[in-house]
């Protein structure tokens, strides 16, 4: 079974930087993390959760939410079966709890999420 696991949430002071990754697990050969598109999600409190990047499978297109003004970037390393978000010049909006996401012919999984605090 996929299982998918957060890392690299914490606090930080608004206008710093923090990486989050998602360490995939439990692929096979005849579906391996290479064939997943990937995600981040991220919820507020109080707020819905909100899609915000995804990549393809080979990692040579990202997509991001308008939002986010172009200063997160979405990565992965296919060798590592990992998934990365570099978030840059953060801002108080960005706190919440952040969610990795695969998703492959109608398979969907989702990690337990970590917590990212921006506050001075």
């Known amino acids: 079974e996929v299982q998918l696991v957060e890392s690299g949430g914490g606090s930080v002071q608004p206008g710093g930087s923090m990486r989050l990754s998602c360490a995939a697990s439990?692929?096979?050969?005849?579906?391996?993390?290479?064939?997943?598109?990937m995600s981040w999600y991220r919820q507020a409190p109080g707020k819905e959760r909100e899609w915000v990047a995804g990549?393809?499978?080979?990692?040579?297109?990202?997509k991001y939410a308008d939002s986010l003004e172009g200063r997160f970037t979405i990565s992965r390393d296919n060798a590592k079966n990992t998934l990365y978000l570099q978030m840059d010049s953060l801002r108080s909006e960005d706190t919440a709890v952040y969610y990795c996401?695969?998703?492959?012919?109608?398979?969907?999984?989702w990690g337990q999420g970590t917590q990212v605090i921006v506050s001075s």
């Open positions: 996401y695969a998703t492959w012919i109608g398979r969907e999984y």
């Open positions: 990549i393809i499978g080979n990692g040579r297109a990202t």
């Open positions: 439990g692929f096979t050969v005849r579906s391996p993390f290479s064939n997943f598109a």
